[in-house]
């Protein structure tokens, strides 16, 4: 279910205001943070290019460490109004070898629903939104808010940006610039009404081979969202659809079931930005760093970010400087999911060492070892 309209601001009323914060980007990162800050008594302004709701490439699998930082952060009524599937079953192929394994439950949502809730829950708690803006910030700290041609200048005393991994916000500041993972892949998505293929209800079904991976997850409309990681150099080659039937194909399953599927796509994901944190500046989410989404926990790693933001916020506020501090924190705070990230990034690329693991996790005990390793539970 979708909120009502979520009110919205006129760019003078913006241009005028004294904002403590401004948050560029109202995905999970954003609206997590914006929350964090109305409630610790900074005057919050959050900006969104996109008018919502809008779709957002995303397996939609929210992992328990994600529940539980939206709850924390006073967003648990949004999360609840967009009606999670629980799911607790992963269904794991690769070359036809499969295994189920037993996960904790993770909340399946629509991202279209669940960012423009969460907007919603900001606005309601005192948090001022606008959509349709796009904010782009310059040398001098200072943003340009660009509104139906109109364009105004504002200087909050601290700008967290949450713009994801094809933001725009510091496209004038070359020292915040991406370092992109060369041959890592690119992201596709897409949500159907319903799905031929052998996908069973209330599971997570995943699809690998040695060039990328397409997961299932069943959403409370009776829909499916699809999400899928892919070579980009197979893209150029046989194109999206015929990348993601030979995913398909190499786990046995007859490709012509998923129908004909408009996919939309992402720029490669393995990526961090040069510093995540400057001046008034404090980068957060996909758009300080990302990694493959196989375990599906992007979204909870910036909402336990956010949740972590607010006396890095006050000491910028505060005029001071936060350095290296804040991407140190959060690396730290996620060192162990990364790891994990990464392991499973590269026994992707490796069919029969996933293959060994899934044999391996057959076996009930080994299986839920697995599954404990592969699932984030604890913030
Ligand atoms: C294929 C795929 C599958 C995935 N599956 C999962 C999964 O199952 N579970 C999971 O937890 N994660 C998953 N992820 C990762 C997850 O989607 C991201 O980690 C998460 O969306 C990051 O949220 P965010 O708020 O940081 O950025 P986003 O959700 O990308 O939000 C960024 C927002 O910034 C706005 N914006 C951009 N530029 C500007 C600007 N200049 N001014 C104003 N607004 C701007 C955009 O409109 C957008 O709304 C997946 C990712 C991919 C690619």
């Known amino acids: 279910m979708v909120s009502a309209l979520i009110p919205d601001m006129s760019l003078d009323v913006a241009a005028s205001a004294?904002?403590?914060?401004?948050?560029?980007?109202?995905?999970?990162?954003?609206?997590?943070?914006?929350?964090?800050?109305?409630?610790?008594?900074?005057?919050?302004?959050?900006?969104?290019?996109?008018?919502?709701?809008?779709?957002?490439?995303?397996?939609?699998?929210?992992?328990?460490?994600?529940?539980?930082?939206?709850?924390?952060?006073?967003?648990?009524?949004?999360?609840?109004?967009?009606?999670?599937?629980?799911?607790?079953?992963?269904?794991?192929?690769?070359?036809?070898?499969?295994?189920?394994?037993?996960?904790?439950?993770?909340?399946?949502?629509?991202?279209?629903?669940?960012?423009?809730?969460?907007?919603?829950?900001?606005?309601?708690?005192?948090?001022?939104?606008?959509?349709?803006?796009?904010?782009?910030?310059?040398?001098?700290?200072?943003?340009?808010?660009?509104?139906?041609?109109?364009?105004?200048?504002?200087?909050?005393?601290?700008?967290?940006?949450?713009?994801?991994?094809?933001?725009?916000?510091?496209?004038?500041?070359?020292?915040f610039a991406w370092v992109v993972k060369r041959r890592g892949y690119v992201g596709m998505g897409a949500t159907v009404d319903r799905i031929d293929l052998p996908c069973r209800p209330g599971r997570v079904t995943m699809y690998s081979s040695a060039s990328g991976y397409l997961g299932a997850a069943p959403i409370s409309s009776g829909g499916w969202i699809l999400a899928a990681a892919v070579s980009p150099e197979l893209i150029r080659r046989i194109g999206k659809a015929d990348a993601i039937a030979g995913i398909l194909e190499s786990n046995g399953v007859d490709s012509s079931l998923l129908g004909r599927i408009k996919w939309r796509g992402v720029s490669q994901l393995t990526r961090h930005r040069r510093k995540a944190a400057g001046g008034r500046i404090l980068v957060i989410g996909d758009a300080m760093h990302y990694l493959e989404p196989f375990t599906g926990e992007g979204m909870s790693w910036g909402i336990h970010c956010a949740q972590h933001l607010v006396p890095f916020a006050r000491s910028v506020a505060d005029g001071g400087s936060v350095g290296t501090r804040w991407r140190k924190s959060c690396i730290r705070r996620l060192s162990r999911r990364r790891l994990t990230c990464r392991l499973v990034g590269a026994a992707t690329r490796h069919p029969a060492v996933l293959k060994t693991a899934l044999r391996a996790g057959r076996n009930r005990h080994v299986g839920a070892w697995l599954a404990r390793r592969l699932c984030w539970r604890d913030s």
């Open 18 to 175: 004294p904002w403590d914060a401004m948050v560029i980007g109202a995905g999970t990162s954003g609206c997590t943070a914006a929350a964090q800050l109305v409630r610790n008594g900074f005057r919050t302004l959050l900006v969104d290019g996109a008018v919502f709701p809008r779709p957002k490439v995303c397996g939609g699998c929210l992992a328990p460490a994600g529940v539980r930082g939206l709850r924390e952060s006073g967003l648990g009524a949004a999360l609840e109004r967009t009606e999670p599937l629980k799911v607790d079953r992963l269904d794991v192929s690769v070359g036809g070898c499969s295994a189920t394994l037993p996960i904790p439950a993770y909340h399946v949502i629509d991202r279209r629903h669940l960012d423009h809730n969460l907007v919603h829950e900001v606005v309601r708690s005192g948090g001022a939104y606008m959509g349709g803006t796009r904010a782009v910030i310059q040398e001098d700290d200072a943003v340009v808010l660009a509104v139906d041609g109109e364009e105004r200048v504002v200087r909050p005393k601290v700008l967290v940006v949450a713009d994801g991994l094809q933001g725009t916000a510091l496209s004038r500041r070359d020292d």
